[in-house]
């Protein structure tokens, strides 16, 4: 890149950093479900949001010249093609991970002494806003579940549909707040499902989110001190293993959780273990820096193996037959930042 290019490079990026700060104000304040109601002045929106109209005038200041909104004849408009990405409740939401970006701010200044001193940021430090986002990005996930976990992810291994109509034991590894569990146990009724996960808040809402549904339990536990008594058919981890502090660990535990014709399915993320590899990549430089302020610094205040989110497939190939896993495929999952595992002993 030449010099005058990359001076352009870094103030696009500030730029994109500016915005992604208003953007989470402007979801805390409801000025964008206000402006999806239609266009309106500033004075117009200031009084649909309730808001300050100086405050709003200047939001929307640089929401217009941020191509978010479109301004014309005194009145703001943000374009449908726009709200679908920054409201409603669809995988092609991105707010709870602009929301997850700005959380980050505030464990900046611990991290930077991580740097210097080692050790970590631990996950309570990032405080109830980021557990309410539902432990990391829970919440774009539970989108991403409704609209493509049967088809696109399950769908993605041969066999495994049939398995679980027919009815399986499925652990759900790193459940979270139960959102895969939710859809799959209506989707698969004469499957039984059961989410493990060590953080009991996320679990309690896990529970409240499934209630009613018969063919569910949760549990709080380690992954690390997984053992199955009667084995599982079919073990899951969604996002939950390169996270793990004792990663190699957990593998070895889910293998031998498994029955002998069982089938650990895992989605993690889709890059290589090299960053040359990722050099082009849209997705890299993003993934990187969270991995950074939140994977890697949460592992390593735990004394963990800090795997990152960018510790890639061959890495992880590596680890699964490491831990027994003798076939595993690589498939494409509906969304390009992951991959499916399909891994059998
Ligand atoms: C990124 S979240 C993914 C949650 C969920 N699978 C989803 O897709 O929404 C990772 C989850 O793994 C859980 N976790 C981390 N280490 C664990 C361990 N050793 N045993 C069980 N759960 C663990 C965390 O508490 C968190 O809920």
Redesign the pocket.
């Known amino acids: 890149m030449e010099e005058k290019d990359f001076a352009a490079y870094l103030t696009a990026t500030m730029t994109g950093s500016a915005l992604t700060m208003l953007i989470g104000v402007g979801h805390r304040t409801g000025l964008f479900a206000a402006a999806a109601r239609g266009p309106a002045t500033s004075a117009g929106l200031a009084d649909r949001a309730g808001l300050q109209e100086r405050y709003v005038r200047e939001w929307l200041g640089a929401m217009v010249t941020g191509r978010i909104f479109t301004f014309e004849g005194g009145e703001y408009t943000l374009p449908p093609e726009h709200a679908k990405f920054l409201l409603g409740e669809t995988a092609a939401n991105l707010m709870p991970s602009l929301l997850t970006l700005s959380a980050f701010t505030g464990i900046l200044p611990d991290l930077e002494r991580s740097f210097a001193d080692g050790g970590g940021v631990p996950?309570s430090a990032y405080g109830p806003y980021l557990e309410s986002l539902?432990?990391?990005?829970?919440d774009s996930?539970?989108h991403v579940?409704r609209e493509h976990l049967v088809d696109g992810f399950f769908g993605a291994v041969p066999g495994l549909t049939d398995r679980l109509t027919v009815g399986a034991r499925v652990l759900?590894?790193?459940?979270?707040?139960?959102?895969?569990i939710a859809v799959a146990a209506r989707a698969f009724p004469a499957s039984r499902f059961t989410g493990?996960?060590?953080?009991a808040n996320?679990v309690a809402q896990a529970e409240a989110a499934t209630d009613g549904l018969p063919n569910v339990a949760f549990a709080v536990?380690?992954?690390?001190e997984?053992v199955a008594d009667p084995p599982y058919d079919v073990i899951t981890?969604?996002?939950?293993v390169h996270?793990?502090?004792?990663p190699d660990v957990?593998l070895r535990r889910i293998r031998g959780a498994l029955a002998p014709d069982g089938l650990f399915f895992m989605?993690d993320t889709n890059f290589s273990s090299h960053v040359e590899n990722n050099i082009g990549n849209p997705l890299a430089a993003l993934c990187y820096s969270i991995s950074l302020m939140y994977c890697t610094t949460t592992s390593l205040a735990e004394g963990g193996a800090a795997l990152g989110a960018m510790w890639g497939t061959e890495k992880a190939l590596d680890m699964l037959a490491d831990a027994g896993f003798r076939h595993v495929s690589v498939l494409d999952s509906p969304r390009p930042q992951n991959c499916i595992y399909a891994c059998r002993p």
């Open positions: 996950r539902g432990a990391k990005t829970g996930w539970k579940y759900d590894l790193g459940c979270g707040t139960g959102n895969a493990l996960d060590i953080n996320v536990g380690d992954a690390a997984l981890a969604f996002d939950a996270d793990q502090d004792r957990v989605v």
